[in-house]
C-alpha cells in the first residue's frame, strides 16, 4: 500500500510517547477524513490554525518543532529552540547542525523526536548560547539610526 508522505507524517506524530500539539487548516482536516486518515490523528492535540505571535509562543514554550517551514527553521534561532525539518533538502543550511536537523518523512521522524525528549534540558542548553545565523534581531535599530544620522546630517 503507497501512503502519502500525510499520512507518514501523521503516523510518526502519533507514535511520539510525549505530546503533540499540531495546529491543523480545516482543510487538512478534512483531507485527512477523506481518505480514512482520522485515525492518525488519535492521540494528537489538534488545534485549530493559530496566529503569527501565538504560534511563536507556544514553539518559544516547546521542547522542540517539528516542521516543513522554512520560516520556522530561521524562527526557532532566534527564540533557542530545535526543529525536526522534515523535508529532503533545506533552503537553509545554515541552521542544521545547530537548530535543526533534515529528516526525510518516515521513522526518522520519530526516532529523532523521542531522542531528543529523552533530556530536553541538554538539548536546549546546547543551541542556549548559539548566535542566529540571521542576526541578532537589532537591524531595524540601526536602520532607524543610519536614517536619523542621514537626515539629521543634512
Do not use: C
Not at 47 to 73: H, K, N, T
Not at 104 to 117: R, Y
Amino acid at each position: 500500500m503507497i501512503r502519502s508522505g500525510f499520512a507518514i507524517i501523521l503516523t510518526q506524530l502519533a507514535a511520539l510517547d510525549l505530546p503533540v500539539i499540531l495546529p491543523l487548516h480545516p482543510r487538512s482536516l478534512a483531507k485527512a477524513g477523506e481518505n480514512r486518515m482520522s485515525q492518525l490523528l488519535d492521540g494528537i492535540q489538534v488545534i485549530e490554525p493559530i496566529g503569527y505571535r501565538e504560534f511563536l509562543g507556544l514553539g518559544a514554550e516547546s521542547a522542540f518543532l517539528i516542521s516543513d517551514s522554512g520560516g520556522v527553521q530561521e524562527e526557532v534561532s532566534v527564540y533557542k529552540r530545535s526543529v525536526i525539518v522534515v523535508r529532503r533538502s533545506t533552503e537553509r543550511p545554515e541552521v542544521l547542525g545547530t537548530f535543526a536537523e533534515l529528516v526525510e518523512p518516515g521513522p526518522a521522524i520519530s526516532a529523532l523526536a523521542q531522542s531528543w525528549s529523552n533530556d530536553v534540558k541538554q538539548l536546549h542548553s546546547r543551541i542556549a548560547d548559539e548566535p542566529s545565523p540571521y542576526g541578532d534581531g537589532s537591524a531595524s535599530n540601526q536602520i532607524v539610526n543610519e536614517i536619523g544620522a542621514l537626515v539629521g546630517g543634512a
